[in-house]
């Protein structure tokens, strides 16, 4: 789960020199060296990156990619440059790729993030070759890996997993199976599942006001926990004269946390409370039947869910009103939000989701099941020249684009201190993605999970004996197709 941390200071720095105007070039070798050349200090860093031979002769790669949903940053390629620097880079980048491999971009954008799977999954079983690349809602892939319509990427030469440019939570907790198989990858080249990943975000001028410091030296000291956030909770609620805690637009009642449906998801696994992962051989694992689990959501229960006051529930908003209009002391959102608070009057900070406590060793942030991931239809006769064509850009986003995507969350559109530079490199470092969801084993439990504790209510043990003969047969059907 955990990325490289030297991965991470290369990019916090270059961001920074960027901020700070410096003039960085990057050149590349002949023998696929890009040399990374600090304007400023002159400082050089070299990544090394061989770019296989290939001639694609002018053919497209034709990718399938759900409608832009919820404000999420999901554009993989632009008609022409657009003037918004994040925008600018994907079009220079994709215009670079044509020209080094002969080949033309052609986007299909066209369905619903909703209904995209169901626009795949009817074209691969007609055995219609008509995308090399399509790019999934990750709680939506169940069907199409159960009925056999994706390849196990493992299996196709072209694709670099173990380098930095992929997300290694993706790649090595999805591998499946007897020949650890792999049906969906992650990287930069679409920044959606980025964008999708849930943090938490605090007020900070509500802490000023409380004269409570500022909790960024909590997360680099590993001592931002669920009992700290259940601190700053009980501080910030307050009726102010209203007669109750009952939602009005209009009161003046402030609240301890602000969240929405997959916020209550992000606490529990932020706490190592997962519903399920896979083992070193790639098995499956229910942690949502470990003792673990049932600790942290009785906390959760006794501390914030079934205190009056002490969260705002929104299912819409994700928690924007309340937080947006100074009446709630932090919120969880995603990553994404950064850009709807920014016409926040008051500051606001950005870190991770707590810890259960000290003695767990990693933050985890949370990646909705909204995510999209990307896939290769079985029906597509492209694979190899299709994985030279992803490595590289995945490659490319990692380096040119993800620093602009960095900059612009904290501009004045966004974040707004260097800290929270930090603080989002750390959630970047920590994501976790719920297997549970999209292999389609956990879902219920999930939903009745999320009934009980969002109103309070405990006895969640025998929620999940209830459920445990459907997952396990969900998961020895996963296992069938899987090992076949």
């Given at each position: 789960?955990?990325?490289?941390?030297?991965?991470?200071?290369?990019?916090?720095?270059?961001?920074?020199?960027?901020?700070?105007?410096?003039?960085?070039?990057?050149?590349?070798?002949?023998?696929?060296?890009?040399?990374?050349?600090?304007?400023?200090?002159?400082?050089?860093?070299?990544?090394?990156?061989?770019?296989?031979?290939?001639?694609?002769?002018?053919?497209?790669?034709?990718?399938?990619?759900?409608?832009?949903?919820?404000?999420?940053?999901?554009?993989?390629?632009?008609?022409?440059?657009?003037?918004?620097?994040?925008?600018?880079?994907?079009?220079?980048?994709?215009?670079?790729?044509?020209?080094?491999?002969?080949?033309?971009?052609?986007?299909?954008?066209?369905?619903?993030?909703?209904?995209?799977?169901?626009?795949?999954?009817?074209?691969?079983?007609?055995?219609?070759?008509?995308?090399?690349?399509?790019?999934?809602?990750?709680?939506?892939?169940?069907?199409?890996?159960?009925?056999?319509?994706?390849?196990?990427?493992?299996?196709?030469?072209g694709f670099r997993f173990d380098e930095p440019w992929w997300d290694s939570d993706v790649i090595t907790g999805g591998r499946i199976g007897e020949d650890r198989a792999l049906y969906f990858a992650s990287n930069y080249f679409s920044l959606f599942g980025f964008d999708s990943t849930v943090c938490m975000y605090f007020n900070e001028q509500k802490f000023t006001d409380l004269d409570i410091e500022f909790p960024y030296q909590l997360v680099r000291d590993g001592k931002w926990t669920l009992d700290r956030m259940f601190e700053y909770v009980q501080q910030g609620m307050n009726l102010n004269g209203d007669t109750d805690f009952t939602w009005n637009a209009g009161g003046n009642a402030t609240y301890g946390v602000s969240i929405w449906s997959n916020g209550y998801h992000a606490l529990l696994i932020g706490s190592g409370a997962t519903y399920a992962d896979m083992d070193a051989n790639g098995a499956p694992i229910i942690s949502a039947a470990?003792?673990?689990?049932?600790?942290?959501?009785?906390?959760?229960?006794?501390?914030?869910?079934?205190?009056?006051?002490?969260?705002?529930?929104?299912?819409?908003?994700?928690?924007?009103?309340?937080?947006?209009?100074?009446?709630?002391?932090?919120?969880?959102?995603?990553?994404?939000?950064?850009?709807?608070?920014?016409?926040?009057?008051?500051?606001?900070?950005?870190?991770?989701?707590?810890?259960?406590?000290?003695?767990?060793?990693?933050?985890?942030?949370?990646?909705?099941?909204?995510?999209?991931?990307?896939?290769?239809?079985?029906?597509?006769?492209?694979?190899?020249?299709?994985?030279?064509?992803?490595?590289?850009?995945?490659?490319?986003?990692?380096?040119?684009?993800?620093?602009?995507?960095?900059?612009?969350?904290?501009?004045?559109?966004?974040?707004?201190?260097?800290?929270?530079?930090?603080?989002?490199?750390?959630?970047?470092?920590?994501?976790?993605?719920?297997?549970?969801?999209?292999?389609?084993?956990?879902?219920?439990?999930?939903?009745?999970?999320?009934?009980?504790?969002?109103?309070?209510?405990?006895?969640?043990?025998?929620?999940?004996?209830?459920?445990?003969?459907?997952?396990?047969?969900?998961?020895?059907?996963?296992?069938?197709?899987?090992?076949?």
């Amino acid at each position: 789960m955990k990325k490289c941390s030297l991965v991470s200071l290369l990019l916090l720095g270059a961001l920074l020199a960027s901020c700070s105007g410096g003039n960085d070039t990057v050149t590349t070798e002949a023998d696929g060296t890009d040399l990374v050349t600090g304007g400023e200090t002159g400082a050089v860093t070299k990544e090394t990156y061989d770019y296989p031979e290939l001639d694609c002769e002018g053919q497209p790669l034709r990718i399938l990619n759900a409608d832009n949903a919820w404000g999420t940053y999901g554009k993989l390629d632009f008609a022409e440059a657009t003037g918004e620097s994040l925008d600018d880079v994907i079009y220079e980048r994709n215009r670079n790729m044509e020209e080094r491999y002969n080949f033309v971009f052609s986007v299909n954008e066209d369905h619903d993030i909703d209904v995209a799977t169901k626009h795949f999954s009817q074209l691969v079983m007609s055995g219609d070759d008509v995308y090399d690349v399509a790019y999934l809602r990750a709680d939506t892939l169940p069907a199409p890996l159960t009925d056999g319509m994706l390849y196990d990427l493992s299996e196709i030469d072209g694709f670099r997993f173990d380098e930095p440019w992929w997300d290694s939570d993706v790649i090595t907790g999805g591998r499946i199976g007897e020949d650890r198989a792999l049906y969906f990858a992650s990287n930069y080249f679409s920044l959606f599942g980025f964008d999708s990943t849930v943090c938490m975000y605090f007020n900070e001028q509500k802490f000023t006001d409380l004269d409570i410091e500022f909790p960024y030296q909590l997360v680099r000291d590993g001592k931002w926990t669920l009992d700290r956030m259940f601190e700053y909770v009980q501080q910030g609620m307050n009726l102010n004269g209203d007669t109750d805690f009952t939602w009005n637009a209009g009161g003046n009642a402030t609240y301890g946390v602000s969240i929405w449906s997959n916020g209550y998801h992000a606490l529990l696994i932020g706490s190592g409370a997962t519903y399920a992962d896979m083992d070193a051989n790639g098995a499956p694992i229910i942690s949502a039947a470990e003792q673990h689990f049932i600790d942290v959501t009785d906390k959760l229960t006794e501390h914030v869910f079934g205190v009056n006051g002490a969260i705002i529930r929104t299912e819409v908003t994700e928690g924007i009103e309340p937080f947006l209009n100074g009446r709630s002391m932090m919120a969880v959102a995603q990553v994404k939000s950064a850009n709807l608070y920014r016409d926040m009057e008051d500051n606001f900070g950005l870190i991770p989701m707590p810890k259960y406590d000290e003695a767990q060793e990693d933050y985890s942030c949370y990646i909705s099941s909204t995510q999209l991931l990307m896939t290769l239809p079985i029906t597509s006769n492209n694979t190899e020249r299709t994985a030279i064509l992803m490595d590289a850009l995945a490659y490319e986003s990692y380096r040119d684009v993800l620093p602009v995507y960095y900059e612009q969350k904290v501009s004045q559109k966004g974040l707004r201190n260097d800290d929270s530079i930090e603080m989002l490199d750390i959630v970047r470092a920590n994501r976790y993605t719920n297997f549970g969801e999209i292999f389609g084993w956990t879902n219920t439990l999930q939903h009745a999970i999320h009934g009980k504790v969002s109103t309070g209510s405990g006895d969640i043990a025998s929620l999940i004996s209830s459920n445990m003969k459907t997952i396990e047969k969900a998961i020895e059907t996963t296992m069938e197709m899987v090992n076949e």
